[in-house]
């Protein structure tokens, strides 16, 4: 059974850094490619960073690039979300995914976190 868990999330102002954690259970965490999504109030979930199993290659969305940073602990399952500079529409529930193939699209990741809530302040 393959269980995904977030954690770090919570309510900072503006300019303000968070660091999100993806615990993965399983043994085959370090063959996978992980993603990074979030879904604000009232909006469709949209793709945030990806990472391939090797961390040799990473993707992010344009409004998070050069302020977001996607790593990987593979000794540790891990994967993690460095968020700095963080605006008011960063505002969001985060989800960390697992997929074969790093991606883009949310309907290559197979198995999902429960989501951790990010909230900046104005």
């Known amino acids: 059974q393959v269980q995904l868990v977030e954690s770090g999330g919570g309510l900072v102002q503006t300019g303000a850094s968070l660091r999100l954690s993806c615990a993965v259970s399983?043994?085959?965490?370090?063959?996978?490619?992980m993603g990074w999504f979030r879904q604000g109030p009232g909006k469709e979930r949209e793709f945030v960073a990806a990472?391939?199993?090797?961390?040799?290659?990473?993707y992010y969305a344009d409004s998070v690039k050069g302020r977001f940073t996607i790593s990987r602990d593979n000794a540790k399952d891990t994967v993690f979300l460095q968020m700095n500079s963080l605006k008011p529409e960063d505002t969001a529930v985060y989800y960390c995914?697992?997929?074969?193939?790093?991606?883009?699209?949310?309907?290559?990741?197979?198995?999902w976190g429960q989501g951790t809530q990010v909230t900046v302040s104005s």
């Open positions: 399983g043994r085959t965490f370090s063959i996978y490619a």
């Open positions: 995914a697992r997929s074969r193939g790093i991606s883009r699209s949310d309907y290559q990741y197979d198995y």
């Open positions: 990472i391939t199993w090797s961390g040799g290659t990473t």
